[in-house]
C-alpha cells in the first residue's frame, strides 16, 4: 500500500483528512475575523482587501470561501435554517413545538460559543445587517426544500403569530449566544411558543424565513 493508499485509509475510518481540517479551520478564522471587522469598523466600513490584512490570507483565498462580504452575515442564519430543515426532514411527523424543541437543544449541544458572541456583536454594531441576511437566506432557499407551509400568508392575525414566535426565537439565540441560557428559561420560551401557537394557529409556517 503506498502512503497514498494508506492516508486516504486512515482519513476514511476517521473523518475528515488533515487538508480538510485545515480548510475548515481557515474558514472560520476568516469569517471571525471579518465579523471583528464588522462589529469595529462598520459592515459598510470593511473591504474584503481588509479581511484579507487581518486574516493574513490573499482576497482570492476570503473570496474562495466567501464570495461576497453578505456571505459573512448570511452565515447564521442559512446554518439555523438548514438545521431546522434538517431535522424536518429526518421526521416529518415531528410536531411544531418538539420540532421547536430538538433545533433549540440542538444548537445548544452544538454551539460555537465564539462565532455566537461575535455574530451577537455584528448585529447589534450593524442593525439593518440582521434583517438583510435573513431576507438573502430565504432568497436563497427554494421553497420545495422548507415544506413548513400550511398558514394564510395574508392573514393579518396568523402573521402577527408568525412574527411573534419569530421573536421569541430571536430571543432564544441571543440568550445563548450570550451564555445567559438555562434549561428553566428555554422551557418558558418554549411554553411562550407553545402559547402564540395556539392562540393565532400558527405552526410549522411560522419558522419560514420570510421573503
Known sequence: ??????????????????????????????????????????????TIADIAAAAEVA???????FPSK???????PA????????????????????????????????????????????TLANPGVAALAEVEVSRRTPGTEFPFDGT???????AAGRA?????NRSFERSVAEGRMTDRLHEDLLNLIRSIAETT???HGALKLDR
Do not use: C
Open 79 to 122: 446554518e439555523r435554517e438548514q438545521r431546522l430543515i434538517a431535522l424536518y426532514h429526518a421526521d416529518p411527523s415531528v410536531g411544531f413545538i418538539e420540532l421547536v424543541d430538538k433545533w433549540w437543544r440542538d444548537l445548544r449541544d452544538h454551539l460555537d460559543h465564539e462565532e455566537a458572541a461575535l455574530t451577537r456583536a455584528m
Open 1 to 46: 500500500m503506498t502512503n497514498g493508499e494508506r492516508e486516504a485509509t486512515v482519513t476514511a475510518g476517521n473523518g475528515p483528512g488533515l487538508r480538510e481540517r485545515n480548510k475548515a479551520r481557515r474558514r472560520r478564522h476568516i469569517l471571525h475575523t471579518a465579523l471583528r471587522l464588522f462589529v469595529e469598523h462598520g459592515y459598510e466600513g470593511t
Open 70 to 76: 453578505l456571505d459573512f452575515v448570511t452565515e447564521w
Open 152 to 158: 394564510d400568508q395574508q392573514d393579518p392575525f396568523e
Open 201 to 203: 394557529r400558527v405552526g
Open 59 to 65: 482576497p482570492r483565498t476570503v473570496t474562495g470561501y
Open 164 to 168: 411573534a414566535i419569530r421573536g421569541v
